[in-house]
């Protein structure tokens, strides 16, 4: 374990300004980080149950340590948990220890506790102070830095919510070694998107040296502060994403189709690993439109393979609806107004750009050519991803 000084990304919001710390070993620390900008503060902790039973007993020793008394409100692990059931139960909870408002609801765990807990921050007692401690990869580069909360609703994924932003985000990379390999290559996709956004000389550093940031140490740490760099630049240029910050949704417009496709089934695709599928189509399909080099999707797609990720449809395991069906998944997705599809393309690796009134014929024959019969067939030759643990 090294608990070398950790490195500090600040969001600048202004009076809502915050750090962003990255480093082995904070748990440790988070008391004293926390009472630090919190004089004073009482604390309730929402967590999941894997992420209990691992290092909750570590943030509550580290809490301890900075005088901060804490209440725990634990909860089943999974993408169901962000309910209107559940934030009920997290309010609840919050009230229940007799928080104030100047007291702080702290999230450990990935993504779906840090927007559950988040949203119920920013509504119990019209907002409370929030801290982010995320724990899965896709939470530290990604969903805990910006402030976007929320839960879904029966009619979609992120429906409800509010933006609330945490007062201090305390990403402790020595956590992740007990993430699932799945989720750790899922939070990757996110982690290498910001390459592809504007970084390019990131994501050729990513090409040289992700097998050490799998394995950790130092190159993790500086894997994801920069990615956090970059999420905060975006978040503090367009904090409520009516331009730039839609950037960040690089491979979600076809990642979310696949995943509606595959009706949210995470035995078969995850968020990151979507993403990554649609990373590596939104590059094919901008060397299609002669706006980039085929050669640069052949990159994305060789490094999404090299580290274990699916980069085409063909990966997904079992059957898939055909392409008109596809681009109906596309065509519901909420980044479509008024008929005009939008997407993220490029002109390259890092020059990603927002595309609006993307004509359908395109998609749909783009779509025919990288995903061809895959509804009459249970599995193509494409890569086998194994999903351990
Ligand atoms: N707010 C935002 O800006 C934003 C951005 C991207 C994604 N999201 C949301 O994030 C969610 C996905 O987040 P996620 O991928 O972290 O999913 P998740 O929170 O479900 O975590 C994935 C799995 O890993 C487990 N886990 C987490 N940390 C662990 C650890 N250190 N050790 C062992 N197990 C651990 C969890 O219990 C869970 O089973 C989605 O709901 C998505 O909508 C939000």
């Not at 409370?128 to 830095?145: E, G, K, R, Y």
């Not at 994924?157 to 609330?164: P, R």
């Not at 490094?303 to 079992?318: F, K, S, Y």
Request: glycine share 12%.
């Amino acid at each position: 374990m090294s608990d070398a000084e950790p490195v500090k990304v600040e969001v600048g919001l202004g009076d809502r300004a915050y750090d962003i710390l990255i480093g082995s070993g904070l748990l440790a620390r988070s008391g004293e980080e926390i009472a630090r900008r919190l004089p004073g503060t009482r604390a309730a902790i929402v967590t999941d149950e894997n992420v209990a039973a691992a290092h909750l007993d570590a943030l509550k020793a580290g809490l301890d340590k900075g005088g901060i008394q804490s209440a725990v409100i634990t909860l089943p692990a999974g993408e169901k948990t962000k309910s209107f059931a559940h934030l009920e139960e997290v309010v609840d909870g919050v009230l229940a220890a007799k928080l104030e408002r100047r007291d702080v609801v702290i999230a450990l765990g990935g993504g779906v506790i840090g927007d559950l807990a988040g949203f119920a921050s920013g509504i119990v007692r019209r907002g409370m102070n929030f801290v982010q401690v995320p724990t899965s990869l896709l939470a530290q580069v990604d969903s805990s830095v910006g402030g976007k909360t929320g839960i879904n609703s029966t009619r979609g994924k992120n429906l409800v919510g509010v933006f609330h932003q945490p007062k201090l985000v305390l990403a402790d990379t020595q956590v992740l070694d007990t993430l699932p390999i799945r989720e750790f290559r899922a939070g990757y996709a996110e982690l290498a998107k910001y390459g592809l956004i504007d970084r390019p000389a990131f994501f050729a550093w990513l090409e040289q040296n992700w097998g050490q940031v799998f394995a950790g140490g130092p190159a993790r740490v500086d894997a994801i502060a920069e990615a956090c760099r970059a999420k905060a630049d975006v978040v503090a240029r367009d904090e409520f994403e009516t331009g730039d910050r839609a950037l960040l949704n690089l491979g979600h417009t076809f990642g979310h189709a696949l995943e509606a496709a595959t009706r949210y089934d995470g035995a078969r695709l995850v968020h990151g690993e979507g993403v990554a599928i649609g990373m590596a189509l939104a590059h094919r399909f901008s060397a299609r439109l002669n706006l980039a080099s085929p050669d640069d999707a052949s990159r994305v797609e060789a490094h999404l393979r090299a580290v274990g990720l699916p980069w085409r449809t063909a990966d997904i395991p079992g059957e898939l609806p055909d392409a008109e069906a596809l681009l109906g998944f596309i065509t519901q997705d909420k980044k479509v107004s008024r008929g005009a599809l939008t997407f993220i393309l490029t002109r390259g690796i890092g020059q990603a750009f927002i595309a609006k009134d993307v004509p359908a014929s395109e998609v749909l024959s783009f779509l025919k050519t990288s995903h061809p019969e895959r509804s009459k067939r249970s599995r193509s030759g494409g890569l086998k991803v194994s999903h351990p643990r």
